[in-house]
């Protein structure tokens, strides 16, 4: 029972995790589906008590990566990341932009939107197992 769970409904997105990743070093499983790669009880053990925090480890590189772009945030006991967009106003269309851009064409000028839903599948796409699931704010 968690007394003092925060409110998720600010945040812009929120990545649910993988429950086999929360605890740190117990991602491992002892058996295997194939007879050669059976881990011995004695390895797992040792990884184990290394402390592995393969969450923290993916939280530090995506607010590294998309830090122009977005601010995220994790509780460490908690089973999701949340993050809220920066307020990028629309600019005009150029090449090579710090981040992933979609075009609106008007009848005075091409312009540059973030393209949020790219951004999302790249977040996602990083995480890979790690993420269940990744629900967006309307």
């Known amino acids: 029972m968690n007394l003092f769970r925060p409110s998720l409904q600010d945040y812009d997105f929120i990545l649910h995790l993988n429950p086999k990743y929360l605890q740190s070093g117990k991602q491992l499983n002892k058996g295997s589906r194939f007879k050669n790669l059976n881990v011995d009880d004695k390895v797992v053990k040792d990884v184990t008590n290394i402390g592995l925090d393969v969450i923290g480890e993916y939280f530090t590189e995506i607010s590294k990566l998309f830090s122009n772009t977005t ?51 790249e977040i996602a796409r990083i995480g890979d197992d790690l993420i269940t699931s990744v629900q967006i704010k309307q």
């Open 71 to 121: 601010l995220f945030f994790r509780d460490e006991t908690g089973n999701c990341i949340g993050g809220i967009w920066y307020p990028i106003p629309d600019r005009g269309w150029k090449p090579s932009l710090e981040y992933s851009t979609t075009p609106s064409i008007t009848k005075e000028a091409t312009m540059a939107s973030i393209n949020k839903t790219s951004i999302l599948s």
